[in-house]
């Protein structure tokens, strides 16, 4: 289950997972959604999500989540098998991401009632990864090094969602430890591409 979740989530893996993704992308393309309005509809589960977080409703919460990881693939083949590529759905798709990964954060935050610190430094980190792929690649062809990427991100929230919603250990726990986890995977990985991309020019 988890190598099917990487392969479908990450973009390290998406190549792997064409016959998971491809049919999935078809059905939506069949409907008549357009890649943008599959990014805005990202954008609205992840905003759900924060809200239906912060107010405890966890199994609501991870389903939404789960949306929100499956939609965030789903913009990007659809445009690429309906041909619908752009450089705007792109700048919308990144756009869309941070606001969305805020509004998760903020969620969890006010879910615990504190960590608040620790939530500002995932966010920072979770912001500056992205930010840095996208400086760096200004002068490279591609900067995607590093271990915490947006896919994987969310594959560590869900993980932590699903284990608060089965009340296997004391409330908060699974979220403060999966928070702990992003903080050190996100400045590393920010860490790792200002020293490959120094390696690089």
């Known amino acids: ?17 064409g016959a998971l993704i491809n049919p999935a992308a078809r059905a939506l393309a069949s409907l008549g959604l357009e890649p943008n309005s599959i990014t805005q509809l990202g954008l609205v589960s992840g905003l759900i999500a924060g809200v239906v977080l912060s107010m405890g409703m966890l199994w609501l919460g991870f389903f939404s989540l789960l949306l929100t990881a499956f939609l965030d693939v789903m913009d990007g083949a659809v445009a690429r098998i309906t041909g619908r590529t752009s450089r705007f759905g792109g700048f919308l798709d990144a756009v869309c991401d941070r606001y969305s990964d805020a509004a998760i954060l903020i969620g969890i935050a006010v879910y615990l009632q504190g960590h ?31 271990m915490a990427e ?52």
């Open 1 to 17: 289950m988890e190598k099917i979740l990487l392969a479908v989530l990450s973009s390290k893996y998406r190549d792997q997972a």
């Open 150 to 201: 947006r896919a994987e991100r969310l594959i560590v929230i869900i993980a932590a969602a699903l284990i608060e919603a089965l009340g296997l250990f004391s409330p908060g726990k699974a979220f403060v430890a999966a928070l702990w986890v992003l903080a050190v995977l996100t400045h590393l990985t920010v860490l790792q591409r200002v020293l490959f991309t120094r390696s690089r020019l």
């Open 116 to 146: 608040y610190v620790l939530v500002f430094v995932v966010l920072l980190g979770s912001l500056m990864v992205s930010y840095t792929r996208s400086k760096a690649e200004n002068y490279l062809t591609k900067c995607d090094v590093g």
